[in-house]
């Protein structure tokens, strides 16, 4: 007989891997993979397995994994904003004003233009080392994404759409359904640049 101890670190397991699934789902989820897991534990509430105290527990780690999650996502946003913002020369908002007006980031940047590739490709280029170093990506899953850096950064800079996640006019993902709101989105460790 399995003791309760053992299921509750399963469920605990499958708890944070349900977060770190939602971590990258599309904001288009219906909620589904939540509702899933409030029927599970309930049920082993019912069962005599855990008690309501252990399942408020999982549902106050699960918020709190959720809530760093966002944090986090956030954080990271603010930074690129701020080196495009930055490196381009005006304040965020005007960026964004700008590129809901249907600019591309290189007409905003002018003459900055190749300097914001180059701060780009420089951001990117520190998330692919780091993703090796994290063990993420091989060295030679990272000179093959490198090498096509500057021209994925330069089309994505002189696209409407931009790069997904930080800046932008707030379409909702293009093919592939990421759901990020905004023009533009530094790549998570270990995903391809553009991905």
């Given at each position: 007989?399995?003791?309760?101890?053992?299921?509750v670190?399963?469920?605990i397991?499958?708890?944070?891997?349900?977060?770190?699934?939602?971590?990258?789902?599309?904001?288009?989820?219906?909620?589904?993979?939540?509702?899933?897991?409030?029927?599970?534990?309930?049920?082993?509430?019912?069962?005599?397995?855990?008690?309501?105290?252990?399942?408020?527990?999982?549902?106050?780690?699960?918020?709190?994994?959720?809530?760093?999650?966002?944090?986090?996502?956030?954080?990271?946003?603010?930074?690129?904003?701020?080196?495009?913002?930055?490196?381009?020369?005006?304040?965020?908002?005007?960026?964004?004003?700008?590129?809901?007006?249907?600019?591309?980031?290189?007409?905003?940047?002018?003459?900055k233009?190749?300097?914001?590739?180059?701060?780009?490709?420089?951001?990117?280029?520190?998330?692919?080392?780091?993703?090796?170093t994290?063990?993420?990506?091989?060295?030679?899953?990272?000179?093959?994404?490198?090498?096509?850096?500057?021209?994925?950064?330069?089309?994505?800079?002189?696209?409407?759409?931009?790069?997904?996640?930080?800046?932008?006019?707030?379409?909702?993902?293009?093919?592939?359904?990421?759901?990020?709101?905004?023009?533009?989105?530094?790549?998570?460790?270990?995903?391809?640049?553009?991905?």
């Open positions: 007989m399995v003791s309760k101890k053992k299921i670190v399963a469920v397991t499958a708890t944070a891997l349900s977060i770190g699934a939602a971590g990258t789902a599309s904001a288009h989820s219906n909620g589904a993979k939540g509702d899933h897991l409030s029927t599970i534990l309930s049920d082993l509430v019912k069962k005599g397995t855990l008690t309501q105290a252990q399942v408020d527990a999982i549902n106050a780690a699960k918020e709190t994994a959720k809530s760093a999650v966002r944090a986090a996502h956030d954080a990271k946003r603010a930074e690129f904003e701020a080196l495009i913002a930055k490196t381009i020369g005006l304040d965020a908002a005007v960026i964004k004003t700008r590129l809901a007006a249907g600019e591309t980031l290189g007409a905003i940047a002018g003459a233009k190749d300097a914001l590739i180059a701060a780009l490709v420089a951001e990117k280029s520190k998330r692919i080392d780091a993703a090796v994290a063990g993420k990506l091989t060295p030679a899953q990272a000179t093959t994404m490198k090498a096509g850096l500057v021209s994925l950064v330069t089309a994505k800079v002189d696209s409407t759409r931009g790069l997904k996640g930080g800046l932008g006019k707030g379409h909702k993902g293009g093919k592939g359904g990421h759901g990020h709101k905004g023009g533009m989105k530094p790549p998570a460790a270990g995903v391809a640049p553009g991905a």
